[in-house]
């Protein structure tokens, strides 16, 4: 049944359906780069799963296409400020090859010697960046512009220093809303039509999906998928209702693992953290995560981030649908969504006082 696994994949390119307004703007925005001159900053915020990244991703290649604009994706997750600045300067067409600890100043000056056209960073996951400082030193190459993909715009803007704030502010934001349900149909059809073989689908499977899965074009996408596993499994020619009806829990399950999964080291363990010693409040959170924090860091090139930055971490592994973490500020309450998915690296839980 399954023809292409590819197809439902996040990166497999195809149209980007049903996001007119959004890469509207996105052009609008970007448009003085194909004169030579340097982009407007861009926010782009919405939840997980609607088509931020693959949104971008399609403009930017476009707009190579039409006039060679150079542009740059740097994945966040796990970055330093000079990873970041690192990034952006190994990715630029030059090719320059510099040394990941060099010192930042350093890496700044290099990328305002390399920039002497309009090049674009895309800053994938930006919720996570622990020093949003490095905006300050990427604003200040002349011909370089921004474009950063976060869930919650008023978190991020409250981290970002108050000179830049007005670079992201206004029409310089795009708000991704979840698909309607008809939309969503739209875009799994043609999934279906490449990535199945024959006429695996009946009469309103592809609606009620696109329903149950509440706009989210990414559990969408992976529930087709998961339904024509359920359905080869069993030996079905078509989806019967029962493949579509456990469709959905495979697919969020294969999503919460691969979100774990990309995550970098120190995110799998202080997930293991969460996971192993929840439900626990926030102040015994706290406590357990300064008793770990080294081990939680330990083999990496970085210190351990502070309390309020891993806060930051667990916010994002929330927004993956990893942790549940409800209340307000010291009332809440963190815990793994699902007990038995571990996350594939070495750590070590010392119980205290706290967590027996």
Not at 147 to 152: D, F, V
Not at 317 to 334: F, S
């Amino acid at each position: 049944m399954i023809a292409d696994i590819w197809v439902f994949d996040d990166d497999y390119q195809t149209d980007i359906l049903h996001r007119n307004e959004e890469l509207n703007s996105l052009s609008r925005l970007l448009e003085p780069a194909t004169r030579g001159e340097r982009a407007d900053d861009v926010l782009i915020h919405g939840p997980s799963g609607v088509g931020k990244t693959a949104t971008a991703r399609w403009m930017l290649r476009d707009l190579r296409k039409r006039a060679a604009v150079s542009s740059a994706l740097v994945e966040c997750s796990g970055e330093t400020a000079n990873g970041i600045i690192h990034e952006a300067v190994e990715k630029h067409p030059t090719g320059t090859v510099v040394q990941r600890n060099s010192p930042r100043d350093e890496l700044v000056s290099v990328l305002e010697e390399i920039v002497d056209e309009p090049f674009i960073i895309v800053l994938d996951e930006a919720d996570v960046i622990p020093d949003l400082d490095v905006l300050d030193d990427l604003l200040s190459v002349e011909l370089l512009s921004v474009i950063a993909i976060t869930h919650s715009e008023t978190e991020w803007l409250s981290r970002v220093e108050r000179e830049i704030r007005p670079c992201f502010r206004g029409d310089s934001q795009i708000n991704y809303r979840k698909y309607h349900v008809p939309e969503l149909v739209d875009i799994l059809e043609p999934r279906v039509e490449h990535g199945l073989i024959g006429d695996p689908v009946r009469e309103g499977q592809l609606e009620w999906i696109a329903d149950e899965t509440g706009g989210v074009a990414r559990w969408a996408i992976k529930s087709v998928l998961a339904a024509a596993e359920l359905a080869e499994e069993r030996r079905h020619e078509y989806f019967h209702e029962a493949d579509v009806r456990d469709a959905f829990s495979r697919a969020k399950m294969k999503i919460r693992k691969d979100n774990l999964l990309s995550l970098p080291v120190p995110y799998q363990r202080l997930y293991e953290l969460v996971r192993r010693a929840g439900p626990a409040s926030g102040g015994e959170m706290k406590d357990a995560y300064l008793e770990h924090q080294e081990a939680i860091f330990d083999g990496r090139s970085k210190d351990p981030v502070s309390w309020r930055q891993a806060c930051n971490y667990l916010s994002k592994m929330e927004d993956y649908d990893l942790i549940r973490m409800p209340g307000e500020t010291n009332a809440k309450v963190y815990e793994a969504v699902d007990s038995e998915l571990e996350a594939p690296v070495e750590f070590e839980l010392r119980q205290t006082a706290e967590l027996d």
